[in-house]
């Protein structure tokens, strides 16, 4: 059974920092897109960053790039998000995703309805 479940969400002043932990199993982690979307209240779930296995490539939102920083450790089947320079405009509830068909990263951010699998979500919340 494939599961992720996400971690490392809380309450932050702008300019902080968060990492966000996303711990799968039930699946070979180096072979699935896996990436990190949010989701504010009365908004689109959007894509944040995503990696993609098979074209190998990395994709940031604008809103994110420069900032923040996704990265897979493999052996333990783990998918993080670094947080710098937070913003309120960052604020939202964060899921990680995977997929085991791959496709470039800026797709898998574009299209969060193709991702198979999600764990829960985690809540940041950025004070001004």
């Known amino acids: 059974e494939v599961q992720l479940q996400a971690s490392g969400g809380g309450l932050v002043q702008a300019g902080g920092s968060l990492r966000l932990s996303c711990r799968t199993s039930?699946?070979?982690?180096?072979?699935?897109?896996i990436g990190w979307f949010r989701q504010a209240p009365g908004k689109e779930r959007e894509g944040v960053s995503c990696h993609s296995a098979g074209v190998g490539d990395t994709y940031y939102a604008d809103s994110v790039k420069g900032r923040f920083t996704i990265s897979r450790d493999s052996a333990k089947n783990t998918l993080y998000l670094q947080m710098n320079s937070l913003s309120p405009e960052d604020s939202a509830v964060y899921y990680c995703?995977?997929?085991?068909?791959?496709?470039?990263?800026?797709?898998?951010?574009?299209?969060?309805?193709?991702?198979?699998?999600w764990g829960k979500g985690t809540q940041v919340t950025v004070s001004s």
């Open positions: 995703a995977a997929d085991a068909i791959s496709y470039t990263g800026e797709y898998r951010c574009a299209h969060p309805g193709g991702m198979d699998y």
């Open positions: 039930g699946f070979i982690f180096d072979d699935y897109d």
